[in-house]
């Protein structure tokens, strides 16, 4: 994804490269890390291990017992403080930059005005628009006056010409869209050229869930406080927020140790990966079974096997009518014929990418061993099957899939993808890999955090990416990562593969096969 956002003018772009370089650890949207660049993060210091993200009444708890045993406004000076200095970073110079508040009738206004007045201070010019100006955050306005900024006549007028906006319109207590008064200076600041930052959160977002329902800020990049909010991790919300920072405003140990949502970073899949112990053969590492492919779909069963062998699986059984094509590509893979039940032992099934009508599900579901259910496999799938199994089960749809299995439009499911994701987990009582823009594994446990990968890319949006993914994953199920840990760390290495096959240019899914091995050396390089 890119971290300038869909639509960033192009100076925007120059500016929010170099906010990105500096937040590489801060950095969930995660572009692809050079190696070089990996070296230069370690060697400054920067942890690249899981990202925490937690929902707003967690925040809010933690915040109020932070300040409670803090002088009043002391948080608030904190975020200002922050978020004047990553502005003042991004600017050549502060002094003579014109900024724009847009200022809302919350804290999150408090914020931006505190902000400008620090930056009024250094020499920038700072007009704020006020969007309900008997609410405006009084202390943070008297600030901003006595520093020399001033209350905008002309809103558009100054947003035409600005170099930065901050979007200070609402935080975490907005709900629900932009207010049909926010929305015209919103697309003014979006059309002006000049970096829109926002304050917490892009206005209009919803913190918990990452739905946009109605129009939402667009920024270049958000400066956060505290700690991460789901939603900036989870599109669509994630594609309004462009590159991401988070200052520390001592919340840390207030926060509990289990978050709504997390990331793995790096350092979480190098730890997590299965590497041979010197004892180790093909069997201890786990035999890995792939039901997949049909005289319409025998691509299905090539791809699907192309991840499996590069997954950490010892070996790979194939059994379906797609075995000569397997052969011919992968003479390491086992071939069987029907039914999987006479294949031999395997420590996971992968059933159905491309299996189109062909029996297999119900089977292969009857076995007591982890099963990852993928495409044609999930169509109709009962719930009841799936709960009475004595392993584990982890489900890889796409957004049709899923609203196929919740009874739902697909929009929908696009439009609340935590949401989805969840509800599919208990409904199946399974771990569920929901893919897409921002792909999301709930655990069957409803009490552990999402997984959100940071590593996609849309150059995966290409026909069988999917079935490599579902060889990959159920290939690390094999060697013996539980479902959740499967599920996010191939979608982390898959991510990351097609990032290194394309640079920039269109990948298959063959490519992006052929790229694992790239991902997971990467990884693991110290
Ligand atoms: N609670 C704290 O300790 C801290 C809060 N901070 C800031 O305070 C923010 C939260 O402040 P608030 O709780 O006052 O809430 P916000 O400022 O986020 O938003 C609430 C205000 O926005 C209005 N509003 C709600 N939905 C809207 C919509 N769709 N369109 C336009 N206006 C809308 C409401 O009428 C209300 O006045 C955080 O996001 C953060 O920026 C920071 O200063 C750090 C410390
Ligand atoms: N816009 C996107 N951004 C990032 N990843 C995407 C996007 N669209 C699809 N993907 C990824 O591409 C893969 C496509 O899988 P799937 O939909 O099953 O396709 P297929 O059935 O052709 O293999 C998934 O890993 C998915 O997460
Ligand atoms: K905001």
């Known amino acids: 994804m890119d971290a300038a956002g869909p639509a960033a003018p192009a100076a925007s772009r120059a500016v929010v490269r170099r906010l990105t370089r500096r937040t590489r650890d801060a950095e969930p949207g995660g572009r692809l890390r050079t190696r070089n660049a990996e070296r230069d993060a370690r060697a400054h210091g920067m942890l690249l291990s899981m990202r925490h993200a937690y929902s707003v009444d967690t925040v809010r708890a933690a915040e109020a017992e932070l300040m409670a045993g803090l002088p009043e406004g002391a948080l608030m000076q904190r975020a200002a403080a922050g978020l004047a200095a990553a502005v003042a970073g991004l600017l050549p110079r502060v002094s003579g930059a014109r900024i724009v508040l847009l200022v809302g009738s919350g804290d999150n206004g408090g914020d931006a005005l505190y902000a400008g007045a620090r930056l009024a201070r250094r020499g920038a010019g700072v007009s704020a628009v006020l969007l309900d100006p008997d609410r405006a955050h009084r202390g943070g306005l008297a600030a901003l006056r006595a520093a020399g900024g001033r209350v905008a006549e002309d809103p558009f007028g100054v947003l035409a010409v600005a170099d930065v906006v901050l979007d200070g319109i609402t935080g975490i207590g907005g709900h629900g869209g932009l207010r049909p008064d926010a929305v015209p200076l919103a697309r003014a600041a979006r059309g002006s050229g000049a970096m829109v930052v926002a304050v917490d959160l892009p206005s209009g977002v919803e913190a918990?869930?990452?739905?946009?329902?109605?129009?939402?800020?667009?920024?270049?990049?958000?400066?956060t406080f505290g700690a991460y909010k789901p939603g900036l991790l989870v599109d669509p919300a994630h594609q309004h927020a462009g590159a991401l920072r988070l200052v520390d405003i001592g919340l840390?140990?207030?926060?509990?140790?289990?978050p709504d949502l997390e990331a793995l970073q790096h350092d979480d899949v190098a730890r997590?990966?299965?590497?041979?112990a010197p004892e180790s053969d093909k069997y201890r590492r786990g035999v890995v079974g792939v039901v997949a492919g049909?005289?319409?779909y025998p691509g299905a069963a090539v791809l699907a096997v192309a991840g499996a062998v590069h997954g950490g699986a010892g070996a790979v059984r194939y059994v379906g009518p797609g075995a000569d094509a397997v052969i011919a590509r992968f003479p390491?893979?086992?071939v069987h014929g029907w039914p999987p039940s006479r294949a031999g032992r395997v420590q996971a099934w992968v059933v159905g990418p491309g299996l189109g009508d062909a029996p297999g599900v119900a089977e292969v579901l009857e076995s007591d061993v982890p099963v990852l259910v993928d495409a044609d496999g999930l169509r109709s799938l009962d719930p009841d099957a799936v709960r009475a199994r004595s392993a584990p089960t982890l489900l890889t749809p796409h957004a049709g899939e899923a609203a196929a299995l919740l009874g739902v439009d697909r929009g929908q499911v696009e439009a609340a993808r935590l949401g989805s994701v969840r509800s599919l987990a208990t409904k199946y009582g399974a771990t569920v890999l929901l893919k897409g823009s921002t792909t999301l594994v709930a655990d069957a446990d409803a009490r552990r955090p999402v997984r959100v990968n940071p590593t996609g890319t849309s150059w995966l949006a290409t026909a069988g990416s999917g079935d490599v993914l579902s060889g990959l994953a159920g290939s690390l199920l094999a060697a013996g990562l539980e479902p959740l840990d499967a599920g996010s760390v191939a979608a982390y290495l898959h991510g990351l593969a097609a990032r290194l096959a394309s640079l920039g240019a269109p990948v298959s899914a063959q490519d992006v096969a052929a790229a694992i091995p790239r991902?997971?050396?990467?990884t693991l390089t110290p």
């Open 332 to 334: 390491e893979a086992l």
């Open 252 to 258: 840390g140990s207030r926060l509990p140790s289990v």
């Open 519 to 522: 991902a997971w050396r990467d």
């Open 272 to 276: 997590l990966l299965p590497v041979p």
């Open 294 to 296: 049909s005289a319409r």
């Open 208 to 223: 918990d869930t990452g739905e946009v329902k109605g129009e939402a800020v667009r920024a270049d990049a958000t400066v």
